[in-house]
């Protein structure tokens, strides 16, 4: 690592969210920090490469900690802001990778759903440390990010954590950080890590409409089945303990069976 470390931060909400810049105002003072986000709304994208992407980049001034720093908006996916951040625009390869701050928790089974998380994996698979790093909001605020939220605390961990991995790397076998923060946190909320769960935690909900051809884009609610809910999941974290979530992640999504196991199901 260079002595001064480089942090490109991203996220799926685009490049004028205000959680973006609370992001990179919480890692100013750990590092170089470079910004390179898409240039619209991104969320629900996931690790998506759309091919109609045409990758044009922009720069793009922030105000970060009093002064106006070159911030850059491409045309494109989270990941793929990831990419030309990693491959065209940084000097040398970044030392931390994060996504974030995203307005909405991110948490369940759908995580791979999430455009912040789906950037924080494209920067773990250039096997650079990543982190994912949302806040819980009203609904309202999904799409429509607003300087309204309060992003204190969300600063607060994302600046503890990110100078934990930049000092010491991610724990063995771990790729990536996936961080939730619950809507009325402060800075003694207690953090646990936590496993993702199983559980859907948004649901589709089916549109209303005369005829298939109308518009009828799907809905979704939140949903928890307590019966059936893991203690030591990130739902359970976040929407009923109220505690910060961490989940550690790998790319590596192979479910772990032993051998004899799936040679007996052939059996």
Not at 12 to 41: W, Y
Not at 43 to 68: D, F, W, Y
Not at 97 to 111: A, R, T
Not at 117 to 141: K, L, N, V, W
Request: with cysteine; aromatic share 6%; hydrophobic share 40%.
């Amino acid at each position: 690592m260079a002595s001064v470390p480089l942090i490109l931060v991203t996220n799926d909400d685009g490049i004028d969210s205000p959680g973006l810049r609370a992001a990179a105002m919480a890692l100013d003072v750990l590092g170089e920090v470079l910004v390179v986000a898409p240039v619209v709304q991104q969320s629900g994208t996931g690790r998506s490469m759309p091919p109609a992407s045409e990758g044009r980049i922009v720069r793009h001034r922030i105000a970060l900690n009093g002064r106006q720093v070159d911030g850059y908006a491409v045309e494109g996916s989270p990941a793929q802001a990831v990419q030309h951040g990693v491959l065209g625009i940084a000097s040398r390869l970044p030392d931390l990778v994060v996504s974030g701050i995203n307005f909405g928790e991110n948490v369940g089974s759908g995580i791979t759903v999430s455009g912040t998380i789906g950037a924080a994996m494209e920067g773990a698979d250039f096997r650079i440390p990543a982190i994912a790093f949302s806040q819980q909001t009203d609904p309202s605020y999904y799409l429509n990010a607003s300087e309204s939220v309060d992003m204190r605390t969300a600063r607060h961990f994302l600046h503890f954590f990110a100078r934990r991995v930049l000092e010491v790397g991610l724990p063995p076998g771990v790729d990536l950080l996936k961080i939730d923060v619950p809507k009325h946190a402060t800075a003694q909320t207690p953090w646990r890590w936590t496993r993702a769960s199983r559980q859907r935690y948004f649901y589709p909900v089916k549109p209303h409409r005369r005829r298939p051809s109308d518009p009828g884009p799907m809905g979704f609610e939140t949903r928890i089945d307590m019966v059936s809910l893991e203690p030591d999941s990130d739902i359970c974290a976040i929407a009923v303990d109220g505690v910060v979530s961490v989940t550690p992640l790998t790319l590596d999504m192979t479910a772990r069976v032993e051998r004899e196991l799936l040679a007996s199901w052939l059996a």
